[in-house]
């Protein structure tokens, strides 16, 4: 993928990176800076995993501010990953938002993250979170001592102080050209990678990225947010979401893994083209199938991705396309792929089929085309009671919307005729198209 993928800048906006050991309150400020509840919040250490980035604003200037974990000296596999991610956030920041539990004080591991900090070259900004009131202000003279400048006082929950620190990071952000007006503005296409926790999601989106972006691990439930990032490709900038594992309702116990499936849900309504992950050593499951009916639900197209196809016994091979018949047969005229995320086999094979996917989803077909399908198929298959279309045009892409105009109301099975006829006329494959019928009034 590295002949075809490549990162695009984001508007050539100024870093601000939040950093800090964990449970400090770093999502918190995010999301009040941001005005919307954007990162997952939780009392649990260690929520935030995966860094996330998002455009911000205040007062005019524009910034793209980014929510790290939280940095630990030591801990398991998935901790140090989660800290080689703070580290590579913190190298690339044009200004740095260290937060600092005031509550608790200074403590070593607050020390060894200023070090990391200090060897960054980019300006700092101490935040005090947790000051409720002035009555704790006193206690952030402590953090003086960190050699990083004077601490700014705040409430990530209440809002307080907030304006003085953004005040202060605006005068530190260089200063961007703005960009050069363009005619019409490109649209960037999103695919969202979902399925079932630990399908190997992570690892394909970094795989497709070309970085090792978001946090991987044979832990379920690694990713409890949604991680997005813009490429280059050739069907121009496509944005990959990577979303957090979906499970039955009745198993999620936590809080915390109830917004990742929120936040997941959210991005397929949103998305224009849906890999959906399945784990080829389990087969199809029934949360595969309940997946599969809820992205399908959401209009978009779906590429079906059977990862860790590699451990499939030769036998069980055999089996699956009778078991994707079965099972997902429901599912209009989808690609399937068969991949290994973890070696790269066969992932080279997916950007066609999106690109198909987009180039369908933005199709727009000439009026005459169209009503030359509509009237063969009417005269193939003439509607009941006297029924005629007169009239058949496409309003709208993404996805491509149909109107028929009628002299009479046309019954819903006649309705779905006439959209396999278009489909199979026009080649959507799996792009899901929309159907309007307008009768004439006299």
């Known amino acids: 993928m590295t002949d075809t993928v490549s990162k695009v800048d984001t508007r050539g906006l100024p870093s601000v990176v939040i950093v800090g050991r964990p449970n400090v309150g770093k999502s918190t400020l995010m999301n009040r800076i941001l005005g919307r509840r954007e990162a997952i919040v939780e009392e649990t250490p260690g929520v935030t995993r995966d860094r996330k980035e998002v455009e911000a604003e205040w007062q005019g200037t524009e910034f793209l501010l980014i929510d790290t974990g939280g940095w630990m000296s030591g801990g398991t596999a998935i901790d140090k990953k989660v800290s080689r991610q703070v580290e590579k956030a913190i190298a690339e920041a044009d200004v740095i938002l260290f937060v600092v539990d005031a509550s608790v004080g200074v403590i070593e591991d607050d020390d060894l993250v200023v070090r990391?900090?200090?060897g960054a070259g980019a300006p700092v900004l101490v935040v005090a979170n947790k000051v409720d009131d002035?009555?704790?202000?006193?206690?952030?003279?402590?953090?003086?001592?960190?050699?990083?400048?004077?601490?700014?006082?705040?409430?990530?929950v209440h809002g307080r102080g907030i304006g003085d620190l953004l005040d202060a990071l605006a005068e530190l952000l260089p200063d961007v050209d703005p960009p050069e007006e363009e005619e019409e503005e490109e649209r960037i296409f999103s695919i969202a990678l979902v399925g079932r926790p630990n399908v190997g999601k992570s690892t394909l989106?970094?795989?497709?990225?070309?970085?090792?972006?978001?946090?991987?691990?044979?832990?379920?439930?690694t990713t409890r947010d949604t991680i997005d990032t813009v490429v280059d490709t050739p069907s121009g900038p496509i944005?990959?979401?990577?979303?957090?594992?979906m499970r039955r309702r009745s198993r999620i116990d936590e809080d915390?893994?109830?917004?990742?499936?929120v936040r997941a849900l959210k991005a397929v309504d949103g998305a224009d083209v849906a890999l959906l992950v399945i784990d080829s050593s389990e087969g199809i499951t029934q949360q595969d199938q309940r997946l599969a009916e809820r992205i399908d639900a959401a209009g978009c197209p779906i590429v079906l991705v059977f990862n860790k196809w590699e451990l499939v016994g030769s036998e069980a091979r055999k089996k699956f396309p009778s078991q994707i018949e079965r099972k997902l047969g429901f599912l209009p005229?989808?690609?399937?792929?068969?991949?290994?995320?973890?070696?790269?086999?066969?992932?080279?094979?997916?950007?066609?089929?999106?690109?198909?996917?987009?180039?369908?989803?933005?199709?727009?077909m000439p009026t005459r085309k169209v009503n030359d399908v509509i009237r063969t198929a009417q005269q193939a298959q003439p509607a009941p009671a006297g029924a005629r279309v007169l009239y058949a045009t496409q309003g709208a892409v993404h996805p491509p919307t149909f109107t028929l105009f009628t002299n009479k109301a046309l019954p819903d099975h006649y309705v779905r005729y006439l959209e396999r006829q278009l489909r199979d006329a026009f080649e959507y494959g799996a792009t899901p198209i929309k159907i309007r019928v307008r009768r004439r009034t006299d």
């Open 256 to 261: 915390t893994e109830f917004y990742s499936v």
């Open 333 to 364: 005229q989808v690609p399937v792929h068969r991949i290994s995320a973890l070696t790269g086999k066969a992932v080279e094979k997916l950007m066609p089929s999106m690109s198909i996917a987009i180039d369908a989803y933005q199709q727009r």
């Open 205 to 221: 989106f970094n795989r497709l990225i070309g970085e090792d972006r978001a946090i991987t691990h044979d832990m379920p439930g």
């Open 239 to 245: 944005r990959f979401l990577d979303t957090a594992g």
């Open 116 to 118: 990391r900090v200090r």
């Open 134 to 156: 002035a009555v704790h202000e006193d206690g952030i003279w402590e953090m003086v001592s960190l050699g990083l400048g004077e601490p700014f006082p705040v409430s990530s």
